[in-house]
C-alpha cells in the first residue's frame, strides 16, 4: 500500500476555467512547458493547430476543426505528478465541462486583466464552489492594459462571492508593466518578454527595499506599489490554508502566459497550496484514498463513437481510490456484475496512449459496450459501495424536436435516449398537454448540431428543431408537489423529465424569483438531483 501511498500523494489533479479567450489554453500551454512534456509553444493545441487536430473521433470534430471532447493531460514536474482536465470552452462548452469538474480536485481561474470576472468563468465558479473544492485565481495578459488591480479584486469578491488573497502584486500594466511583487518574499520578480517559447532564462529577482529595486522599476512605479502594498496589507484577507482548502478563499497571482511571465512561480505556489486526491462521499461514507486501499472510480464523461466502424464508446472514470491496472474486473455497481476494463487509455493533448496502470487522482477512458452511465461506480471492494451521483446541470438552450419521418419512432426514441444517457443533451416531455413531443435542452447550442447529426447519421432518423425562448430551467425540490397548483409567470412552461420529475422553464431570469414569491414554500433548484 505505501508504494501506491506515495503515487496518489503526489497527484494533483485540478481544471483550468476561464471565459473564451483569457488565456487557459496558453496557460496550459506553458504548464508542460515546465513539465518538459513540448519543448516549443505553439505545439500543443493553439489554435492554429486545433484547426487540423488528429482526430477521427466525430466526423462534426473535423468537419468544424473544433474539439467536442474534452481530454486529460498528465505531466511531472518537481516531483508531482499533474493532471489537466481540460474543460471545453467555446462554442463546445456543454454539460460535460461542467462534468468535468466533479473530477477534479481544485481549479484554477484564469481571469483577462482587461476584462475581469466573464459570464462563462461565473458559471463554472458556481459548479467549483457548490462542491467546496480550493480555487485559485491567476489574472492573465498584464502586458496588456489591465484594470486597476483593487477593482479586479473587488470584481471577483462580489461577483463571484469569494474572499481573494493576493500572493503576488503587479507592478502597472500594459507598457508599463514591471513585473510581480511577491508578498511573503517581500521581493519584486522584473518582467521580460523575451522568454515567450522557452523555460529557460533567469527571472531577476531584488528585494523591494533594496536601492536597485527604485532604479530597476522607477522611483515613481515604486512610491506607487509602496502605497498599494500599505492598503493592501490592511486591506486584504490573509493567507490562511485551512480555508484555500475549503473553498474559502482564493490565492490570487498575476502574470503574462503569452510572454511566459509569473507562470513558473504561479505553479509552484500553486502546487504546494492545493491538495492531493480528496476523499469523495458514497452511500457508505466518505472514501479516502489514503485509506482504502481497492480501486474504486467513477463515470464522469461517455464520448460515444470515437471508431464509427467500431460503433464504440469511451466511458471516462476518475480513480478515487487503489490502483488500476490495465484488464482488469471491477464490480460495476449500478449494473450489478463484474466487468473487464479493457483498452485503458490516458489522453495526451489530441493523442491516447494505451496505459496498464494509474492511481487515484487519475483519469482513464476505457472501452464502454454500452453499459456505462455518467455517474456509475466501478469498484474492487467488497463493500461494493456507490460515489454520489452527478447533478445534472442546468441546459440553457431549449427546443422542441420533431421527427420528419413519423414512421421511424422507434429509432427516433432509442437513438435520442442514447445519446441523453451519454449526457450530451437532456430530454423532457410536455406536462399535462398529451403530446408526445420531445423537448430537447443543451448548454451549448452547438449540441443541437451533434444531436442532428448523430440521429441522422447514426440512427437514420432526420429530425427538426424548432428553438423555444426559454433560458432557465428549475427543477423543483418539493416532494410530492401538483404542478397544476403551481401558478408562474406568463414567460413560464410547466414540463416533466422522462422520471416523471417536474420542472419549471422561464424565458426571463427575473420571473423565477416572481413564481417563487407567488408559491409559498416552493422550491427551487438550479442543479437537478441525479
Ligand atoms: P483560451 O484558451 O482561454 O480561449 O485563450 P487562449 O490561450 O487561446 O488565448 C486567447 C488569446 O489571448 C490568444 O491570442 C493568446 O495568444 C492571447 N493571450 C493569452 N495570454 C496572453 C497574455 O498573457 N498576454 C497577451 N497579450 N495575450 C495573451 P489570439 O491572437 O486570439 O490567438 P493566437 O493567434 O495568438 O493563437
Not at 147 to 176: H, M, Q, R, Y
Request: hydrophobic share 40%.
Amino acid at each position: 500500500m505505501s508504494d501506491i501511498r506515495n503515487e496518489i500523494k503526489k497527484r494533483r489533479t485540478f481544471a483550468i476555467i476561464s471565459h473564451p479567450d483569457a488565456g487557459k489554453t496558453t496557460l496550459t500551454e506553458k504548464f508542460l512547458l515546465y513539465g518538459g512534456v513540448i519543448n516549443t509553444a505553439g505545439s500543443v493545441k493553439g489554435k492554429a493547430t486545433a484547426k487540423h487536430a488528429v482526430s477521427d473521433w466525430m466526423e462534426i470534430e473535423k468537419e468544424r476543426g473544433i474539439s467536442v471532447t474534452s481530454s486529460v493531460l498528465q505531466f511531472n514536474y518537481d516531483g508531482y505528478c499533474i493532471n489537466i482536465l481540460d474543460t471545453p470552452g467555446h462554442q463546445d462548452f456543454s454539460e460535460d465541462t461542467y462534468r468535468t469538474l466533479m473530477a477534479a480536485d481544485s481549479a484554477v481561474m484564469v481571469i483577462d486583466a482587461s476584462k475581469g470576472v466573464e459570464a462563462q468563468t461565473r458559471k463554472l465558479f458556481k459548479v467549483c464552489a457548490m462542491r467546496h473544492i480550493p480555487i485559485f485565481t491567476f489574472i492573465n495578459k498584464m502586458d496588456r492594459d489591465a484594470k486597476d488591480t483593487f477593482d479586479l479584486l473587488d470584481d471577483i469578491e462580489k461577483e463571484l462571492g469569494i474572499p481573494t488573497c493576493p500572493v503576488n502584486w503587479p507592478i502597472g500594466s500594459g507598457k508599463a508593466f514591471k513585473g510581480v511583487y511577491s508578498r511573503k518574499e517581500r521581493e519584486v520578480d522584473l518582467f521580460s518578454d523575451t522568454r515567450k517559447g522557452t523555460t529557460t532564462g533567469e527571472v531577476k529577482k531584488v528585494a523591494v527595499d533594496s536601492p536597485e529595486a527604485g532604479s530597476l522599476i522607477g522611483e515613481e512605479a515604486k512610491a506607487l506599489l509602496e502605497e498599494e502594498i500599505e492598503l493592501l496589507d490592511g486591506a486584504s484577507a490573509e493567507f490562511d490554508q485551512d480555508l484555500v482548502d475549503q473553498g474559502k478563499l482564493s490565492p490570487v497571482f498575476f502574470g503574462s502566459a503569452l510572454t511566459n511571465f509569473g507562470v513558473e512561480t504561479f505553479l509552484q505556489h500553486f502546487l504546494t497550496m492545493t491538495t492531493s486526491p480528496l476523499p469523495r462521499m458514497s452511500d457508505h461514507g466518505e472514501i479516502d484514498p489514503m485509506e482504502e486501499e481497492d480501486f474504486s472510480a467513477f463515470v464522469f464523461k461517455i464520448q460515444a463513437n470515437m471508431n464509427k466502424a467500431h460503433r464504440d464508446r469511451i466511458a471516462f472514470m476518475r480513480i478515487c481510490s487503489g490502483e488500476f491496472d490495465a484488464g482488469m474486473t471491477v464490480w460495476h455497481v449500478q449494473g450489478g456484475k463484474d466487468v473487464r476494463l479493457s483498452q485503458p487509455q490516458q489522453m495526451m493533448a489530441s493523442e491516447r496512449k494505451i496505459i496498464d496502470k494509474a492511481y487515484a487522482g487519475d483519469v482513464i477512458g476505457v472501452f464502454d459496450p454500452g453499459i456505462f452511465s455518467i455517474g456509475d461506480t466501478l469498484t474492487t471492494s467488497k463493500d461494493r459501495f456507490a460515489y454520489e451521483g452527478i447533478p445534472t446541470f442546468a441546459p440553457e438552450h431549449f427546443a422542441r424536436v420533431r421527427q420528419v419521418d413519423t414512421m421511424k419512432r422507434k429509432q427516433f426514441v432509442k437513438g435520442i435516449n442514447q445519446i441523453a444517457q451519454e449526457g450530451a443533451i437532456q430530454i423532457f416531455q410536455e406536462y399535462n398537454t398529451g403530446m408526445e413531443e420531445i423537448i430537447v435542452g443543451v448548454v451549448g447550442v452547438l449540441q443541437f448540431d451533434v444531436l442532428k447529426y448523430r440521429l441522422q447519421n447514426e440512427y437514420n432518423v432526420e429530425i427538426i428543431l424548432e428553438n423555444l425562448p426559454y433560458e432557465h430551467i428549475r427543477w423543483i425540490e418539493n416532494e410530492n408537489i401538483d404542478l397544476d397548483h403551481v401558478s408562474g409567470t406568463s414567460d413560464m412552461k410547466k414540463i416533466k423529465d422522462l422520471k416523471d420529475r417536474p420542472l419549471l422553464l422561464f424565458v426571463h431570469e427575473w420571473s423565477i424569483r416572481m413564481t417563487q414569491e407567488r408559491n409559498e414554500g416552493l422550491i427551487l433548484a438550479e442543479f437537478g438531483r441525479s
